[in-house]
């Protein structure tokens, strides 16, 4: 058989075209759209979220549900900056919404945009800075040979919101978690004291969907900022490290039974305030985070600060991403499977 026609086929005009750059963080996949997107509009990164979440949700279905996705899959809407000193924004998406920030979608998005050259760089050390519905993100890319090598990202001001509280959860029994922020908020759960093997993803799904439901009811996720970045977006098991260099492990359960491959850069940013809360962690003090796959970031705390009057830390978290493939997805009008579905 000659394939080569295959090569130059197109598909009738009546088809959508949406083309993306596929990548993966530590293991979590990251779909960055680069063609095919409608304009978003909204001065604001929030406000734009707002109308993605009511306008265009038929667009994250397309992109993140089956056939083009799966249960797990992660990806972005790349748009115009809001502030005048970003290079640009990013909307996150995910099985059920579109989130407020993501560690290892900014440490894709670095790879992305600086190994295709979409903004320039001709240095071994490149700057962005992103604006997300959480904050501005300043990142700092290690680059080789005009690739990038790793990225590290300032995170948003991250605090703790309640220690110690005891839950009912039914399936889990009582458990005792923490709450912390880092560009979404979390519940944290020692997977010792409820039974769960953090190598067993049907356990930790089925307990991290019981517990966020239970947490998310006692209301102690409020931002003093903003309304809108005031939920319970996933519950982090934490446990001990395979690697005696590394401080532990942690495996978040997020959105909807979502399980992050990587160690979840807003869930380390929110974990090194517990860590200043409970053990003390000093400013500059780096410790490794381990992953589900194995994958690791690490993070530090680069300096003390305050949101409303509650004390927080400027974290700095660092990871590696890769770069898998570049598609070009279509949309037939009479497929009637083409919108999406999920069977996990």
């Not at 056939?67 to 809001?82: F, I, K, S, T, W």
């Not at 993501?102 to 894709?108: E, L, P, S, T, V």
């Not at 239970?214 to 903003?226: F, G, I, Y």
């Not at 780096?286 to 970031?297: A, L, N, P, R, Y």
Request: with cysteine.
């Amino acid at each position: 058989m000659d394939l080569r026609p295959a090569q130059t086929w197109n598909p009738p005009d009546d088809w959508a075209r949406i083309t993306v750059i596929d990548a993966h963080t530590g293991g979590e996949p990251f779909r960055t759209v680069i063609a095919g997107a409608p304009s978003i509009p909204g001065a604001a990164v929030l406000d734009r979220r707002r109308f993605a979440m009511t306008e265009l949700d038929w667009l994250r279905r397309i992109l993140m549900w089956e056939p083009r996705g799966h249960a797990d899959m992660y990806g972005g809407l790349v748009g115009p900056p809001e502030r005048s000193d970003s290079d640009f924004s990013v909307l996150f998406m995910h099985n059920s919404g579109f989130s407020t920030m993501c560690g290892h979608g900014i440490i894709a998005l670095a790879k992305v945009v600086l190994d295709l050259g979409l903004v320039e760089c001709d240095s071994d050390t490149a700057r962005l800075d992103i604006d997300t519905p959480a904050g501005q993100i300043h990142t700092c890319s290690s680059r080789e040979e005009g690739l990038v090598t790793s990225t590290s990202f300032t995170n948003v001001a991250s605090f703790v919101t309640a220690l110690d509280v005891t839950v009912d959860v039914g399936v889990a029994g009582k458990v005792v978690f923490d709450v912390a922020y880092g560009g979404a908020f979390y519940a944290y759960v020692d997977a010792g004291t409820v039974g769960i093997d953090l190598d067993n993803p049907a356990a930790l799904i089925t307990a991290g969907r019981a517990i966020k439901s239970a947490v998310s009811r006692l209301e102690l996720t409020n931002h003093p900022e903003s309304e809108d970045l005031s939920f319970l977006y996933g519950v982090i098991f934490t446990g001990p490290a395979e690697s005696k260099e590394n401080h532990s492990r942690q495996v978040c359960v997020f959105a909807d039974g979502e399980i992050d491959r990587s160690p979840t850069g807003t869930g380390v940013s929110a974990r090194l305030a517990l860590l200043r809360e409970r053990e003390g962690l000093a400013v500059g003090e780096t410790v490794v985070i381990e992953s589900i796959v194995g994958s690791t970031f690490s993070g530090k705390i680069d300096a003390l600060t305050k949101i409303g009057d509650r004390p927080a830390i400027i974290p700095e978290i660092t990871g590696s991403a890769h770069i898998v493939g570049r598609s070009e997805f279509w949309i037939d009008p009479s497929d009637t499977l083409g919108e999406g579905f999920l069977l996990r």
